[in-house]
């Protein structure tokens, strides 16, 4: 059953992810080590809550239009606000999140444009692998931060780049895809 403007347990895990993402780069930016683990660990609780608050969502039926516009807004604060931190501190190149973000702007646009037809462009396949892979390689390079060990540099430089690969290409399938539907 779809509601319309209702808070719900699944919504306040949403709103709950969104202020995780802005304690997360308060504590990585700071310089001290406890402090990353502190981030590390605000990292990966608000991707569980990605996980939790869509399969509670649709295993309760309370799907609601405020979650399903949030749900995306809070996923994209803590990827971004991940890779910011990672830029500032060095970690990866600005390049890189720029062609995250840009990709993430096309797309939502691409939604809005779609939206405003009565059309919804549901998150795709490739579009949950980009996430996915994107939160790992934050996750590796993050707990690199804790341990600086060159194999999780490698590892992470690797799922970097991999997720930067799913990002375009997702991209570039959500893009054909809404366009189809836009202009019919």
Request: proline letters at 2%.
């Amino acid at each position: 059953m779809k509601q319309t403007n209702k808070l719900t347990g699944p919504t306040y895990l949403t709103i709950a992810r969104m202020i995780l993402s802005v304690l997360f780069m308060v504590f990585v930016l700071l310089p001290e080590a406890w402090a990353k683990i502190v981030a590390l660990i605000l990292f990966i609780a608000g991707a569980i809550s990605d996980l939790v608050d869509g399969k509670w969502a649709r295993h309760d039926k309370i799907v609601t239009d405020l979650g399903a516009f949030l749900d995306p807004l809070a996923d994209k604060m803590l990827v971004n606000l991940a890779f910011l931190a990672l830029v500032v501190l060095g970690i990866i190149p600005v390049w890189v999140f720029a062609i995250i973000l840009v990709r993430d702007f096309a797309v939502d646009g691409m939604r809005m444009m779609a939206a405003r037809d009565g059309v919804t462009i549901a998150a795709s396949f490739y579009g949950k692998l980009k996430t996915t892979v994107q939160m790992t390689a934050l996750i590796i390079l993050l707990l690199n931060l804790i341990v600086n060990l060159e194999l999780f540099a490698i590892l992470g430089n690797i799922t970097l780049y991999a997720a930067l690969i799913l990002t375009i290409f997702s991209g570039g399938d959500y893009l054909i895809k809404g366009w189809k539907k836009v202009i019919k």
